[in-house]
């Protein structure tokens, strides 16, 4: 049946602003509803980019595993995460730890690995006492709204993300790599076109070169997909920023980002950017019990400062590889 057919399938609620939304009946058994509604769902999301469902009454991690293996096929380990997060099951994990008064701006999961999550999927278990929403934002709308000149750089040159690694902020290796292993990590940046050094005091410093305009893999249409602003020394808060280059010098922040030529970014690009995300998000407050799909390549993600209690489960699923996705050479060791 045509992806347009199964998504009429269902009755979602379209509104100025905020993701589309599906309210379903209270449910004795949601992960078969979930394997049931499979097509239907994806459908969905493939045709508005991200879907809110409403009523299933998540409560549980066993529960909520279960729904996200039934959706996905299969969910992902995740590899070089930006951050540290618990996993509660294989696939299946905390969001990001992250201070709660401060806002994760808009972002696509894992743009910089060479096979990405094309699905991203969450579940609300602890709705907040105020903000903390999974806002989205629409990738196609935001690069034509980005002034012309900007994005014809990044397309032309891709961007460069580069990393410090250290016990202190961020994720360690281990966390990062899945292996503390100098060995297993070398192969793995070989294998996937990251160049590295270790520093004399054992860190080691990492450059990848990755496309920051894609084509999405089922529409063809080209979607601003990256983390350029994300990860960006500029998003930092002030105070934050110059803590960590008091502390590691402006070349050993724990991640930045630059132009594909290794040009530094602007303060300027990233307010642009930022401000062109803004300008295009759309955001539903969770209510316990929330399922959110997201897809990851077509849709760029946030999270909005929260107060009180928070638990939003997340998985990954669908992995590909952009095939505009990578302009780097082969990875070097330096």
């Not at 996993?87 to 701006?105: D, F, I, K, R, V």
């Not at 990405?116 to 999974?134: D, I, K, Q, S």
């Not at 016990?167 to 292993?181: N, V, Y």
């Not at 105070?239 to 530094?264: H, I, K, M, Q």
């Amino acid at each position: 049946m045509p992806s347009s057919s199964l998504a009429s399938a269902l009755d979602v609620e379209l509104r100025p602003d905020k993701p589309a939304l599906l309210h379903v009946d209270p449910l004795d058994d949601a992960p078969s509803w979930a394997a049931a509604s499979r097509e239907a769902l994806r459908a969905q999301v493939a045709e508005h980019g991200a879907l809110v469902v409403r009523g299933l009454g998540l409560r549980d991690i066993d529960q909520v595993g279960a729904v996200f293996a039934r959706l996905s096929g299969g969910l992902m380990t995740e590899r070089e995460a930006f951050a540290p997060r618990q996993a509660h099951l294989p696939g299946l994990y905390a969001s990001t730890t992250w201070p709660g008064n401060q806002p994760m701006c808009m972002h696509h999961e894992l743009s910089y690995p060479l096979q990405v999550p094309g699905l991203m999927l969450f579940a609300c278990l602890t709705a907040p006492e105020e903000g903390g929403a999974t806002a989205v934002a629409d990738a196609e709308e935001v690069l034509r709204a980005l002034p012309t000149g900007l994005t014809e750089r990044f397309e032309r040159e891709g961007w460069i993300l580069t990393r410090t690694y250290n016990d202190e902020i961020g994720a360690s290796l281990a966390e990062s790599f899945g292996t503390g292993d100098r060995a297993e990590i070398e192969r793995y940046c070989r294998a996937n076109a990251i160049d590295f050094a270790w520093q004399p005091d054992g860190t080691l410093r990492t450059r990848q070169r990755r496309g920051a305009v894609v084509r999405h893999p089922l529409t063809g249409r080209r979607c601003w997909f990256n983390q350029i602003a994300f990860l960006n020394e500029w998003t930092l808060a002030p105070e934050v920023r110059e803590y960590l280059v008091d502390v590691y010098g402006a070349d050993g922040l724990p991640f930045n980002t630059r132009y594909g030529d290794g040009s530094p970014i602007g303060e300027d690009v990233v307010q642009s950017i930022n401000s062109t995300y803004e300008a295009h998000t759309r955001r539903e407050p969770w209510q316990a019990g929330d399922l959110l799909l997201v897809d990851n390549i077509r849709t760029a993600h946030s999270r909005e400062a929260f107060t009180g209690d928070r638990q939003v489960l997340v998985g990954m699923a669908e992995p590909l590889q952009p095939g505009d996705h990578s302009p780097a050479p082969e990875a070097s060791e330096r």
